[in-house]
């Protein structure tokens, strides 16, 4: 579950006296919005200049930026569905500037290369799945690093990159990949679909196999797929009788 929705209320507390404030200024949403993203073009040309340590206080400014454009919004009572849009069009190009900013200068090292390359696509999927999720109309919020999540280490991962360079790119590469799976997942058990009837009939009982085999079920096929199949199940039994 990302850090947004984990903690809705500390992040409004902190952002919404800075949205209010920066309403009494000439700047719009947008604006901000284009000012996170030209700092995180900034990041990504010094990290690929080998300059880690200032392209990650950079990207903190950057990822600062895109946290007050929503609230400049907010404050504003602003929001329009081409600033929500603009602004998750910055956040795909900002997580591909930083990215490939990184695998620029780690070029020559294969592994670490890899790793990057391998974060940067899972960036990008992790979005994308998501929006296409929501244009049919189904619910994708869920997986173990949204983009919060990511923005957060690789600053940890520019800054302290002495220590926690190739660390924090596995936890991307890895935990992007277990995140893309996760939401493909989510999208796949929320589409109606049958459940084989002789799994149904694995799930029946009380013993510790068939309670294990029932939950494993559910969490595969979807809660609602595999209860609609059981009350299915249970009313063609009744009626056979």
Same mark, same amino acid.
């Given at each position: 579950?990302?850090?947004?929705?984990?903690?809705?209320?500390?992040?409004?507390?902190? =952002?919404?006296?800075?949205?209010? +404030? @920066?309403?009494?200024?000439? *700047?719009?949403?947008?604006? %901000? /919005?284009?000012?996170?993203? &030209?700092?995180?073009?900034?990041?990504?040309?010094?990290?690929?200049?080998?300059?880690?340590?200032?392209?990650?206080?950079?990207?903190?400014?950057?990822?600062?930026?895109?946290?007050?454009?929503?609230?400049?919004?907010?404050?504003?009572?602003?929001?329009?569905?081409?600033?929500?849009?603009?602004?998750?069009?910055?956040?795909?190009?900002?997580?591909?500037?930083?990215?490939?900013?990184?695998?620029?200068?780690?070029? =020559?090292?294969?592994?670490?290369? +890899? @790793?990057?390359?391998?974060? *940067?696509?899972?960036?990008? %999927? /992790?979005?994308?799945?998501? &929006?296409?999720?929501?244009?049919?109309?189904?619910?994708?919020?869920?997986?173990?690093?949204?983009?919060?999540?990511?923005?957060?280490?690789?600053?940890?991962?520019?800054?302290?990159?002495?220590?926690?360079?190739?660390?924090?790119?596995?936890?991307?590469?890895?935990?992007?990949?277990?995140?893309?799976?996760?939401?493909?997942?989510?999208?796949?058990?929320?589409?109606?679909?049958?459940?084989?009837?002789?799994?149904?009939?694995?799930?029946?009982?009380?013993?510790?196999?068939?309670?294990?085999?029932?939950?494993?079920?559910?969490?595969?096929?979807?809660?609602?797929?595999?209860?609609?199949?059981?009350?299915?199940?249970?009313?063609?039994?009744?009626?056979?009788?």
């Amino acid at each position: 579950m990302g850090l947004r929705a984990t903690f809705p209320t500390h992040v409004a507390r902190l =952002t919404t006296p800075i949205g209010r +404030a @920066l309403a009494h200024s000439p *700047l719009q949403p947008n604006h %901000v /919005t284009t000012l996170g993203l &030209a700092l995180t073009g900034l990041a990504a040309v010094l990290a690929g200049a080998g300059m880690l340590v200032p392209a990650g206080w950079v990207l903190v400014a950057g990822g600062l930026m895109d946290t007050f454009d929503g609230a400049l919004a907010r404050a504003r009572a602003s929001s329009t569905p081409y600033g929500a849009f603009y602004d998750s069009v910055s956040d795909r190009l900002s997580d591909g500037f930083i990215l490939a900013g990184m695998a620029w200068w780690l070029r =020559t090292d294969d592994r670490i290369f +890899a @790793l990057v390359l391998i974060a *940067l696509v899972t960036s990008q %999927v /992790t979005s994308y799945v998501r &929006a296409k999720a929501e244009a049919i109309d189904l619910d994708c919020s869920v997986g173990l690093l949204e983009r919060a999540e990511r923005a957060i280490l690789l600053m940890v991962a520019l800054i302290f990159h002495r220590w926690t360079l190739e660390p924090v790119l596995w936890v991307l590469a890895v935990g992007g990949s277990v995140t893309v799976l996760q939401r493909i997942h989510h999208v796949w058990c929320q589409i109606d679909r049958d459940v084989p009837p002789e799994l149904l009939g694995l799930t029946q009982g009380d013993r510790a196999w068939n309670r294990a085999y029932r939950s494993a079920a559910r969490a595969f096929f979807g809660e609602n797929n595999f209860d609609d199949a059981q009350e299915q199940q249970r009313t063609a039994e009744q009626v056979a009788r």
